[in-house]
């Protein structure tokens, strides 16, 4: 852990008593409380400390980078028609696919904390509240001048999307300098996740900060279009632990078409020459393909869900759960099938990110 002699002895003193103020903390160690509350401060942004007690944060932990905005989804109260106006139902709910992975895998019980941008705007304060109440760790969430993100989706009566669009010229200011400002927390973590949606620049400065403390790293390719500039970022200097793209994102990352089942299988190989350990390929509703290292291949079926309600949030439901497990020590493909069972929830709710998803309702139902 990147640690200064100050913050190690300063850790130290809380291990034996987590109780001590900073006040007793400058004194034992012949230093000012000023200085003392700094270096807290910066164990804070470090992940080491969690929140104003002082709390030792031991366990394995979670960065996720990406986007952050409010969600806007309208469902139309019968059976879509396009081209006129529809009667429906309007909800608005802190999304963005980082932040929705985020808020999963805190609810799962999973120390997490987000790296995103909101704007300096009523929305951002609603997605930071929302957010935060829910257990992940905001302080390097930046405000920005631009007005919070917006995912608008249009669903129809049986909860499948009709039409979305997507405004994150908010997350476009996650540059690589602010990828910066959360280097140490970076390092110390047991797992990043990369969303997709943010620039190649910032995707590739990131996998270059956890590459040089070795730290996993799972990436979310989120579509075609934002899947298509990774290719220019898959290096084997700097590994991904997990890919997790459909078949279409797959084809794009490695630049064609993927049909044929035998077609996904170069394809993964190709990925893995360029530095990716595994390939998770879903595949909708006939679940997903697992490809680890030296040709292991596990299909993996979908959990059917009790109901269609709305199926906004599955995917990022389904990955937050992945990592939750693989911390957990399970088994990458075991991990898989325990993200299934959480999708299935997640669309059988009506909630983009499901309030009540926590680690035993996940495994009763698997």
């Known amino acids: 852990m990147n640690l ?3 913050e190690s002895e ?3 003193l809380l291990r034996r008593d987590s109780l001590l103020d900073s006040t007793a903390i400058a004194t034992a160690l012949g230093t000012t409380r000023a200085a003392v509350n700094v270096h807290l401060s910066n164990l804070g942004k470090k992940g080491v400390i969690l929140g104003r007690g002082y709390v030792l944060g031991d366990g394995p932990s979670v960065v996720v980078i990406g986007g952050a905005n409010m ?9 879509a028609r396009p081209g006129t106006s529809n009667p429906g139902l309007t909800t608005f709910a802190a999304g963005g696919v980082g932040r929705n992975v985020a808020e999963n895998l805190a609810r799962l019980g999973t120390r997490t904390s987000l790296v995103a941008v909101v704007g300096a705007d009523a929305l951002g304060d609603q997605v930071l509240a929302a957010t935060s109440d829910a257990g ?3 302080e390097h969430v930046r405000r920005s001048a631009h007005g ?5 989706a249009v669903l129809d009566a049986d909860g ?8 994150m010229r908010a997350t476009a200011e996650l540059t690589p300098a602010a990828i910066d400002e959360a280097r140490d ?10 969303d997709g949606n943010l620039a190649a620049a910032t995707l590739g400065y990131a996998l270059d900060l956890a ?10 390719p989120v579509s075609v279009p934002k899947a298509e500039p990774l290719r220019a970022l898959l290096d084997p200097e700097r590994p991904i632990h997990v890919i997790t793209p459909n078949r279409d994102e797959l084809g794009a990352l490695v630049g064609r078409t993927i049909s044929a089942d035998t077609e996904i299988a170069d394809a993964v190989r190709e990925l893995q020459a360029s530095g990716v350990t595994h390939v998770w390929v879903r595949l909708g509703e006939h679940g997903s393909l697992w490809c680890g290292p030296d040709g292991e291949t596990v299909a993996l079926p979908a959990v059917a869900p009790s109901a269609v309600v709305d199926v906004t949030g599955a995917g990022d439901a389904m990955l937050a759960a992945f990592c939750h497990a693989t911390l957990a020590g399970e088994a990458a493909h075991r991990a898989a099938e325990f993200a299934h069972a959480a999708a299935a929830l997640t669309i059988a709710s009506p909630h983009t990110v499901r309030p009540d998803l926590t680690d035993r309702l996940v495994r009763r139902l698997r």
């Not at 969600?71 to 059976?79: L, Q, V």
């Not at 499948?160 to 405004?167: F, N, P, R």
């Not at 973590?189 to 990369?194: D, G, H």
């Open 4 to 6: 200064t002699e100050r």
């Open 10 to 12: 300063i850790v130290a």
């Open 71 to 79: 969600d806007i989804k309208a469902t139309s109260a019968n059976a």
């Open 136 to 138: 992940v760790r905001v």
């Open 148 to 152: 919070t993100g917006t995912y608008t």
């Open 160 to 167: 499948e999307l009709v039409i979305a669009v997507a405004d």
């Open 185 to 194: 927390l970076i390092a110390t973590a047991s797992l990043v996740v990369l």
């Open 211 to 220: 590459a040089a403390s070795d730290v996993p790293v799972i990436l979310e």
